[in-house]
């Protein structure tokens, strides 16, 4: 009697961990598509985008190296690169992209200054939207490096 209860509390755990772990793909599946992720995307693009940061600080470039992975041509998107105020300046925080050709790579510059150095680092969220789409085609989320003071 007593290995029958000790195997359906064990079948029961089983079945309620499979539960959870379906639930949290679900949940984070939908994470990405709804553009709300650190490095999301939705699923009407192919676009990848990958980010490098030069500089010692307090001045950085971020380049945003963009491609269009799929086979047909994409147009008309906007890059919005947002962070706190208080800490980065960010010289042309938004641009548009008038076309991205299929399986050629994009290099986009963009400088940010870091105001307040002593304060440490922050992140940088790097937004691509198209007025097509309800929801942000792709976004980055882009850890700074500590910045140096400049003297």
Partial sequence: ???????????????DLVKMRLTTARAYVKV?????????QASTANLFMSVTIQGLGPR????????????????????????????????NPHFQIPALVP????????DATCLQPTLGS?????????PKHT???????VKMPLG????
Avoid: W
């Fill in 1 to 15: 009697m007593m290995l029958v209860i000790i195997s359906l509390r064990c079948r029961v755990f089983q079945r």
């Fill in 60 to 91: 950085f470039r971020l380049l945003m190296n963009l491609s269009n992975e799929g086979q047909e041509l994409v147009s008309d998107l906007q890059v919005v690169v947002q962070s706190d105020a208080e800490m980065y300046k960010i010289d």
């Fill in 135 to 141: 929801s942000p085609l792709m976004t980055a989320v």
């Fill in 148 to 151: 140096e003071t400049d003297d």
């Fill in 122 to 130: 922050d992140a940088v969220r790097i937004v691509v939207v198209s």
């Fill in 103 to 110: 399986l050629l790579h994009y290099t986009y510059k963009v």
């Fill in 32 to 40: 990405l598509t709804d553009g709300k992720g650190s490095a999301s």
